[in-house]
């Protein structure tokens, strides 16, 4: 079982080409987001994948079980797009990646492990630092100091919240919505308070059945798709762009989760965690 658990978490290495780089090469696992190889107390590699929408750091319980690591009970919550659930702490004597070099760190149990065949969870805490950048052309994951950079890119600033997580406002139809960028999600969601901005109803024309989704926690929720006509983030106007809706019971405001099948259509893009800035890679100038 140890052995399957293992093959399991580590991930195929066929899922894209290897490739000779500086920082951390991205592989993706099965729902499309990017992963990179972590050692744990010193073994692996573990395949975790890198979520710009998470906080914590967390690692499945397999893992943990494999690793013969003890989780701790503790009052922590962990906010996942479908709900909220407490959750064990394990504490690890090193964890590290191109990326990364910690020693003697607690690390929070996924709750839902099946939200993923990979080991674990990377968390923004890692580089609340630094800027992170995630190069889809060069398939490979950096981490640099905060600042300006050279390079041809569009700034966007990031709502200013109390979060270290980077949100900037994105146009739908006309409408500008926040909306949180968010490696961890396959999908671009939005909930119910953007059917309402954009002037639909939960039964709207627009709108098809799309299945459910499911998030870090165990929950699941219904949700519907519709095809948006213009999407702008930044000077970037995207046309025809499916976006899924989760309806919720309660009016919330409007607010939009930036999912990996608009993100990784970018060349690349920089999350500055000091400046608050997100930085979109555009193409060369010849």
Not at 95 to 107: N, T, V
Request: charged residues 20%; negative net charge.
């Amino acid at each position: 079982m140890l052995t399957t658990a293992l093959m399991f978490l580590t991930l195929s290495t066929s899922a894209i080409a290897s490739t000779v780089t500086t920082g951390a090469e991205i592989r993706y696992d099965n729902r499309s987001r990017p992963v990179i190889a972590t050692q744990v107390n010193g073994k692996g590699p573990y395949y975790m994948v890198v979520d710009s929408g998470a906080e914590s750091t967390v690692i499945a319980p397999q893992l943990a079980k494999i690793l013969n690591v003890v989780g701790m009970d503790s009052d922590i919550v962990i906010h996942g797009a479908t709900g909220d659930i407490n959750t064990k702490i394990y504490p690890i004597e090193r964890f590290s990646s191109p990326l990364f070099d910690e020693k003697q760190i607690g690390l929070l149990e996924l709750p839902n492990p099946s939200a993923t065949p990979a080991a674990g969870i990377i968390g923004m805490d890692l580089f609340a630092d630094k800027a992170l950048v995630f190069d889809f052309k060069n398939r490979e994951m950096r981490v640099e100091p905060s600042g300006e950079v050279k390079g041809n890119y569009m700034t966007i600033p990031a709502i200013k919240d109390d979060s270290l997580l980077i949100s900037v406002l994105v146009s739908l139809n006309g409408v500008q919505i926040p909306a949180l960028v968010d490696t961890g999600a396959a999908a671009t969601i939005a909930n119910s308070g953007v059917l309402k901005a954009l002037g639909w109803q939960e039964h709207d024309p627009h709108l098809v059945d799309d299945g459910e989704i499911r998030g870090a926690t165990k929950d699941t929720n219904a949700i519907k798709k519709a095809n948006i006509e213009t999407v702008k983030i930044g000077g970037m106007t995207m046309h025809n762009i499916p976006v899924r809706f989760v309806s919720s019971p309660t009016t919330e405001p409007a607010s939009l989760i930036l999912g990996c099948d608009i993100l990784e259509s970018l060349i690349g893009f920089r999350l500055d965690f000091p400046r608050q800035e997100l930085k979109v890679m555009l193409p060369s100038h010849n």
